[in-house]
């Protein structure tokens, strides 16, 4: 059978869907992404079709993959990567995987919001052109991400013992996750190691000290909402269309306090806009950029 394939690739995981034309689902993989880099792109095609097509059920062809990519930060270079699959006579549509929400929500307008291992909004203006805003790893933001969470509270948790305040939470509760005794243990804790793999883990720590009452917490919480909604405001000042906004993301989705604290500021911000948190695998997003793709595949559109 010739399938439509979606592939969702993120900071921590590849979600693989395969589906029949009529929408039915042959099959639903999900494996570590390590070792993903969306360049140079002859070499993301291979990495991600190594994948893809042991994932197949027996005797099925690809007749178009949709993919939403992490680092796909620019038009032109999904573009670039939609040709390296098509160099590879696979029928592709690439966009970053933050662009992935808003078909998976069955919408054809509107801004998506990823906060999950990193943070990106994604938009398209009327003309279709793709607007993104945030991104830019976790050292210099992804706002509302789990690393940037937990660097924003280990620098407050640190500010405040450099002040002589006493701990309201927040210290404690990091100092429980990465197993320090103390303020300089925690330092050390997180500087050693800067990754993802290290910060990320302990923002449920963070929120933990947010529901036991923390105010520290509570406010890098806070900020990390702010900054989301500033995403969202910075593309619908460039043009973005569309009511509503899209959010997934394992922090959005598996922490409620942000969720709220993230409507409340769009609330406040674009009292037009809605917020909606995907109650969908972000892949079905792909699958249905396959889809379309699949219906043009005679016409040269790749991207």
């Not at 909004?121 to 706002?143: M, Q």
């Amino acid at each position: 059978m010739r399938v439509l394939v979606g592939a969702d690739i993120g900071g921590t995981k590849l979600a693989i869907r395969v589906a029949a034309p009529d929408g039915a689902i042959r099959a639903d993989v999900e494996i570590p992404s390590t070792g993903w880099d969306a360049a140079p792109v002859e070499q993301a095609a291979r990495w991600l079709l190594d994948r893809v097509r042991p994932a197949l059920p027996a005797g099925d062809e690809i007749a178009a993959l949709g993919v939403g990519a992490q680092g796909c930060d620019t038009q032109e270079h999904c573009a670039r990567l939609a040709a390296a699959f098509e160099a590879s006579a696979v029928p592709a549509t690439v966009v970053n995987d933050a662009a992935l929400l808003v078909p998976a929500a069955d919408l054809d307008h509107g801004i998506g919001v990823i906060a999950g291992t990193g943070s990106i909004a994604v938009g398209t203006d009327a003309g279709g052109t793709v607007l993104f805003a945030g991104g830019w790893g976790w050292v210099l933001g992804d706002e509302g991400s789990a690393p940037a969470i937990v660097r924003e509270a280990a620098r407050a948790a640190l500010a405040g013992h450099d002040a002589g305040l006493a701990d309201d939470g927040l210290l404690s509760e990091l100092l429980a996750h990465y197993g320090a005794d103390d303020a300089p243990g925690l330092a050390r804790a997180v500087n050693d190691a800067p990754t993802t793999e290290n910060w990320g883990p302990a923002a449920p720590a963070v929120f933990r000290a947010a529901a036991a009452g923390s105010a520290s917490a509570l406010a890098v919480v806070d900020d990390a909402a702010t900054r989301l909604t500033a995403l969202v405001t910075r593309l619908r000042a460039r043009g973005a269309v569309g009511g509503t906004v899209v959010a997934a993301g394992s922090v959005v989705l598996g922490q409620p306090l942000l969720a709220d604290r993230l409507r409340a500021g769009l609330g406040a911000a674009h009292p037009d806009l809605t917020l909606r948190l995907l109650d969908v695998p972000p892949v079905a997003g792909a699958v249905a950029l396959a889809a379309v793709r699949n219906r043009g595949a005679g016409t040269g559109t790749s991207a």
